[in-house]
């Protein structure tokens, strides 16, 4: 506990010397920007030091927050985060807006009335912007102590899965000066997500002294079986409900059903009834956890088609769950390869850092794969330490085909990884067979954000989504020269305080 209250005053110390990073560049501009329509969305009386993080993004969420879905493309930022800060204001008698004053905590409300498809329909009255004003910092600090939050379920997911007090403090550092870092304190859904996120696969994620202990002791009585489901139906429903509320912040929160799903496969030994009902289990967390984008959906499809038909974004949209990619695709340009043009350069060069760190982090896991990294890990959780030796050698005699030497090992991977006794190398935390299942999430990110989304987007989807680019990170910093070092991580933060110039400015980032 004690580490745990130094390690929050850390990160606290962290984020608010990047907010007066931010503060100190905001006035140091000027409080130039290259778009000033978000000025106008605030009003003249929000101060233009906090402004400056209420820019892109912001605008839709601080606008949900106060006057609920009032356009079309608000539907394209889910309700979470908006719903939140709408609670927040009401709990704090801000009553700038008759719906606030009429105490209603919905974003939906009276939508299918006045729901419009250009924002010229309505103008801006000062209560709306002083709304407006009240709901960016509402959601700044919530941001603030979320990042916080997010730091130390870092921290306990990193110390679960590798056991090393140093590699979780290192992640946590590592994560409170990402590349991202712009989005941590910002008024985005970034902070809030990391959190709901990481601290569901916390749950989820399997103990490293579980592992050690695995091949040592058995509980086969029928007693302790029965304790043991109800234990882990406990904890899978706890982490399902928290990336249901990832869901409803992220579009990107259902992704996170696959560890549920793995959850309830590692405990799965042999097709019985009990089996049954642990699949059908898992079946229904998977359906809560999708839910909130369906009914987001829905509830948008209903109030741009249904109550106007001529408003509906294609005349062949019958289907809501199509509903937001017609939306990205219609206000933002998303699609298959739509961001693969000459214009486009600048923006991959954005995202090569983060992109660069996903292709690491995949070589160094390929280069330490076996028979447990396949599976994703769940046959360490059943027969890995009992008979993976045998498989493993195959594998390992498939590998090293063709060389010349063949390097002696006290101890194979198997046995090492098994006993928990491998030594503290740049690759170390490749060799858990459960970080499998991270990078298996992890690519399915990248590779949306490749082929779909806009390129520059990765940088905060990533590092916000996956804790994979920290791990890599936090293991292998420290094998550099301490020259090495300095500029690994003064290039981190320079990348990071030219983000917060440009995205205070209006300016394109990532």
Not at 144 to 163: D, E, W
């Amino acid at each position: 506990m004690t580490s745990l209250v130094a390690l929050a005053i850390q990160v606290s110390g962290m984020r608010l010397l990047a907010l007066c990073v931010h503060l100190v560049i905001r006035a140091a501009t000027g409080y130039w920007a290259y778009d000033t329509s978000h000025i106008v969305h605030y009003g003249s009386q929000c101060p233009n030091t906090l402004t400056g993080l209420g820019t892109w993004d912001a605008v839709y969420f601080t606008s949900v927050a106060c006057r609920g879905y009032s356009f079309d493309q608000m539907f394209a930022f889910f309700p979470g985060l908006p719903t939140i800060a709408r609670s927040v204001m009401l709990l704090a008698n801000v009553t700038s807006i008759p719906t606030l004053r009429a105490g209603n905590f919905s974003v939906y409300h009276d939508m299918l009335s006045h729901v419009h498809t250009s924002i010229a329909h309505k103008t801006l009255d000062p209560d709306a912007q002083a709304c407006h004003c009240h709901s960016l910092q509402v959601v700044v600090a919530i941001n603030l102590l979320a990042s916080i939050a997010a730091a130390l379920a870092l921290f306990k997911l990193t110390l679960k899965m590798f056991g090393s007090p140093a590699m979780a403090h290192c992640t946590a550092a590592v994560y409170c000066m990402q590349l991202s870092l712009p989005f941590l304190g910002a008024a985005y859904t970034e902070p809030l997500f990391s959190t709901v996120a990481f601290t569901g696969m916390y749950l989820l994620a399997p103990s490293h002294a579980t592992r050690q202990t695995q091949s040592r002791v058995e509980t086969n009585t029928r007693t302790s079986q029965l304790q043991s489901m109800h234990t882990s139906v406990g904890i899978s429903w706890t982490a399902t409900l928290l990336f249901a509320l990832a869901t409803c912040i992220r579009s990107n929160g259902a992704v996170l059903s696959g560890f549920v799903v793995v959850y309830a496969m590692g405990h799965v030994q042999r097709w019985n009834t009990r089996s049954m009902l642990v699949v059908l289990n898992a079946f229904v967390q998977v359906c809560a956890i999708i839910a909130p984008s369906l009914i987001h959906q829905y509830m948008g499809f209903q109030a741009t088609c249904v109550a106007d038909s001529t408003s509906c974004i294609q005349s062949d949209a019958l289907s809501f769950t199509k509903f937001y990619s017609r939306l990205q695709h219609k206000y933002w340009d998303v699609g298959f390869l739509s961001r693969y043009r000459l214009s486009e350069v600048p923006n991959f060069v954005l995202a090569f850092p983060t992109l660069a760190l996903s292709l690491l982090a995949f070589h160094q896991l390929w280069k330490q794969r076996s028979i447990a990294h396949l599976t994703l890990g769940l046959s360490e959780k059943s027969a890995y330490c009992a008979g993976l030796q045998k498989a493993e050698k195959w594998v390992r005699r498939v590998r090293d085909a063709g060389k010349s030497t063949v390097q002696t090992q006290s101890q194979s991977n198997s046995d090492q990884i098994c006993d928990g006794t491998f030594g503290l190398t740049s690759s170390t935390w490749a060799k858990t067979p459960a970080v499998a299942v991270f990078a298996a999430y992890h690519a399915l990110l990248f590779l949306v954000c490749l082929l779909f989304m806009h390129i520059q987007v990765s940088t905060r989807l990533l590092h916000s989504s996956s804790p994979l680019l920290h791990w890599v990170l936090a293991a292998n910093l420290p094998f550099l020269s301490h020259q090495h070092m300095t500029l690994a991580t003064g290039a981190m933060l320079l990348y990071a305080c030219i983000g917060i110039a440009a995205h205070g400015a209006f300016l394109p980032w990532t």
